[in-house]
């Protein structure tokens, strides 16, 4: 019996929702990464594989502020971009993640920002 690291049941958990999970133009899916330092998201259309709008910590209205306070900003900026592509609703994917502190709140901001998640 082979003993998985925490990343290899990210990994796992990660690939359970993305078959579950698809995104088109019209309503694109919202991938998360998140790792210790910050938090980075893209509208994907799985159709075309295209990246439609995407926000990253290293920006530099996100990089001084708190992690959760990132997280939220992060998706608010992430809906400005959406909305201003035309994107009203999308699908959230989690990557693997809990839905749970930054993923969470990242999600709010989406939802604070006006977009349909």
């Known amino acids: 019996m082979s003993v998985k690291t925490a990343p290899q049941r990210r990994l796992r958990r990660r690939r359970r929702v993305r078959a579950k999970v698809h995104g088109t ?3 694109p899916r919202v991938s998360v990464f998140r790792s210790n330092r910050g938090i980075m998201a893209q509208l994907v259309d799985d159709d075309s594989g295209h ?19 990132q997280a939220a900003r992060l998706g608010q900026m992430l809906a400005e971009r959406a909305r201003a592509a ?4 999308v699908v959230f994917d989690r990557g693997g993640y809990r839905y749970h502190g930054r993923v969470k709140a990242f ?3 989406l939802r604070e920002g006006g977009l349909s998640v």
């Open 25 to 27: 133009a019209v309503r």
């Open 51 to 69: 990246t439609l709008a995407a926000a990253s910590w290293t920006e530099p209205d996100a990089r001084a502020l708190p992690s959760m306070e």
């Open 86 to 89: 035309g994107i009203e609703t």
């Open 107 to 109: 999600a709010d901001g």
